[in-house]
């Protein structure tokens, strides 16, 4: 059996299609996830949509729905946007599943019977945006006439003008007093604590995963995990009163993936384990946004301790896309839909500027024009240009009056390779393998894009459009465009994770058709060391297009 790799994008919120900033999450994921498959490891890939909560009731309402035929609907519509832009996810899950609802009230039981799981009559501030409750050191006043925020101040006294809201949506909590389930969080302080020591690479990058440790050791507070007052979500199995609350309840998605029971009382037990997906478990990667990281990094790990489980190797912590420098906000309108964005545009434009422009764990503000730049000049021009005058030069050299191929055989571009750039090559492979494993996709395309940048170089020395026209250096010409096309082709195996419709149209034209399929059989390394033979048939289509700056 293959090493496995489970990945996995944050849990989206079913009252909102996904949006650019989920586009990003998610166009992480399927990247890392490309590049483990093709190196070698057997894939879970998951994605999710979180439903049991009251924002979903309030919106099926708001449009005169019932809950369920409003959730259908709004499942689809995430699933046509993953769909569109070629996620390739292995599993998408809803929490309104039933596999999911038995699994949650398996682990609920399972923590409850350690006691740790207790019941408590509260009164607190809730902001149902977050889904979770605030004390006074979360809000920050909102002046109502500026519409500006500036943190709590005890001089400062709440008026009409003058509001505590939640700094992430901006609107009051709501003031709540009921008798809930709380889960002993305090408890595992001391582990958590002991596990960072251990795991000084459990959350990335450092600054976020400093921002967790500093959090934990101010002291940590129980926190609610069920509700009374919500009826739609998950039944608590030791109180059916009270449905879980929305992140007890969201987490195990992660784990109700692995989960495939088989209940057939004639099937034996082996078989039965032989057939779920545990084998994916621990997770060797959560992707999620900074504003989710607590939840992750805390009240997760905790949460899987209680009921008996590993914890995730690794969490990729990604901070936010803003537009005009504003958080993307369902009040602002500001939200750029991935997928009219890239029938306007391109999916490779989206991709390369949300992965190329910035690190991941920095925020961004979105910039058409800056992305546009950036596409012309690195796929475009630098990367276009060069496939285009090795298929120009090399039709030319064996066609050079323009004839038109017998039969559409084409022409093999073969020769010897030239050492100029080798160890430039060898250099880039190494760091590229390196930065990959480590998910570090800006420099994976940095490094790749230097590397072109080499060879342009390397092309612009050798001149071949000049050496062409001396049938005594013909030969020599045969040599540079085969060294060119041969390094082409190790960067394209490398961008395949980014770019694979455009890597796939590449190795097709050039006579390498079966390179998908051993791409998608773990043979990464395979391809890198084979020395091909290039069959090209005719002088193609502009391979990135240029896009004007509005």
Request: net charge negative; hydrophobic share 40%; charged share 25%.
């Amino acid at each position: 059996m293959k090493d496995t790799f489970f990945i996995t994008t944050p849990i989206y919120y079913t009252n909102w299609v996904p949006h650019i900033g989920h586009a990003y999450s998610s166009i992480i994921a399927d990247t890392i996830a490309r590049h483990q498959k093709i190196s070698g490891k057997q894939i879970k890939f998951s994605t999710w949509v979180d439903e049991n909560s009251q924002k979903a009731v309030d919106a099926a309402e708001a449009l005169w729905m019932e809950t369920m035929p409003y959730l259908d609907m709004m499942a689809d519509k995430h699933k046509a946007v993953w769909d569109w832009l070629n996620i390739k996810y292995t599993d998408f899950i809803r929490t309104t599943e039933q596999r999911h609802h038995n699994f949650v009230r398996e682990v609920l039981q399972k923590s409850f019977d350690k006691w740790d799981i207790y019941e408590w009559e509260y009164e607190w501030m809730y902001c149902v945006w977050c889904e979770w409750f605030k004390k006074d050191e979360d809000l920050v006043y909102l002046n109502k006439t500026t519409n500006s925020t500036f943190p709590i101040d005890k001089k400062v006294v709440e008026s009409d003008n003058i509001i505590k809201v939640c700094p992430d949506h901006l609107k009051t909590p709501d003031k709540i007093k009921e008798k809930n389930y709380f889960f002993k969080l305090s408890k595992y302080q001391e582990f958590l604590e002991e596990y960072y020591d251990e795991n000084d690479e459990f959350v990335v990058p450092n600054e976020r995963y400093n921002e967790v440790k500093a959090f934990v050791k101010r002291w940590l507070d129980d926190f609610s995990i069920s509700r009374e007052t919500n009826k739609f979500g998950i039944k608590l199995p030791f109180d059916e009163t009270q449905v879980t609350y929305v992140w007890y309840d969201a987490l195990f998605n992660y784990l109700t993936v692995c989960d495939r029971p088989h209940t057939n009382p004639l099937l034996s037990k082996q078989w039965r384990q032989d057939q779920n997906d545990m084998k994916f478990w621990p997770a060797d990667l959560h992707v999620v946004a900074k504003d989710i990281i607590r939840f992750h990094a805390i009240y997760w790990p905790a949460m899987l301790k209680s009921a008996w489980y590993d914890l995730p190797k690794q969490i990729l912590t990604t901070w936010y896309y803003t537009v005009e420098w504003q958080k993307i906000s369902k009040t602002l309108w500001n939200a750029i839909d991935p997928v009219e964005f890239c029938k306007k545009y391109s999916k490779d434009l989206l991709t390369l500027y949300l992965l190329s422009s910035i690190n991941i764990w920095q925020d961004w503000d979105f910039d058409l024009k800056q992305a546009i730049l950036i596409y012309n000049a690195k796929l475009a021009n630098n990367f276009g240009n060069l496939v285009n005058r090795v298929v120009v030069l090399a039709l030319k050299i064996w066609h050079p009056q323009g004839v038109s191929l017998p039969n559409n055989v084409g022409v093999s571009l073969v020769g010897t390779l030239y050492t100029e750039i080798a160890d430039k090559l060898d250099d880039y492979v190494y760091i590229y393998n390196h930065s990959a494993k480590e998910y570090n996709l800006k420099d994976t395309l940095d490094l790749s894009f230097k590397f072109l940048d080499d060879l342009n170089t390397f092309t612009t020395y050798k001149q071949p459009w000049q050496t062409i026209k001396d049938e005594s250096l013909l030969q020599e010409t045969r040599d540079v465009l085969y060294t060119i096309a041969e390094w082409l082709r190790q960067v394209w195996l490398n961008l395949y994770p980014f770019f694979p419709e455009k890597m796939w149209e590449l190795f097709t034209k050039l006579g390498l058709e079966w390179y998908i399929d051993k791409l998608e059989s773990w043979k990464l390394e395979e391809l890198r060391k084979t020395k091909e033979v290039f069959n090209i048939k005719e002088k193609w289509e502009v391979l990135f297009s240029r896009f004007e700056v509005e």
